[in-house]
């Protein structure tokens, strides 16, 4: 839960706010009109949060919001 809700939460700040209503966790990351920057703060700040640290194939295998969250998730439970 506090994965998720931090993630939405950096979502939000780098989204307008007329596309925040429609973010949830199965919102493609494509659809949410993030440039490349945006999407690396918001995976800095995951990382930096968690103490966890998500690879490149990783990072190109996310399709939706839930991908990023549980790939989080799996890190912190020593998943990897």
């Given at each position: 839960?506090?994965?998720?809700?931090?993630?939405l939460q950096l979502i939000n700040?780098?989204?307008?706010?007329?596309?925040?209503?429609?973010?949830?966790?199965?919102?493609?990351?494509?659809?949410?009109?993030?440039?490349?920057?945006?999407?690396?703060?918001?995976?800095?700040?995951?990382?930096?949060?968690?103490?966890v640290e998500l690879d490149e194939?990783?990072?190109?295998?996310?399709?939706?919001?839930?991908?990023?969250?549980?790939?989080?998730?799996?890190?912190?439970?020593?998943?990897?």
């Amino acid at each position: 839960m506090q994965v998720r809700n931090k993630t939405l939460q950096l979502i939000n700040r780098h989204t307008n706010e007329a596309d925040r209503a429609d973010v949830c966790l199965d919102s493609r990351i494509e659809d949410l009109a993030l440039d490349s920057l945006a999407m690396f703060e918001i995976v800095f700040e995951l990382e930096e949060c968690f103490g966890v640290e998500l690879d490149e194939q990783e990072l190109a295998a996310m399709k939706t919001l839930r991908d990023l969250v549980e790939s989080v998730e799996k890190k912190l439970a020593g998943e990897d």
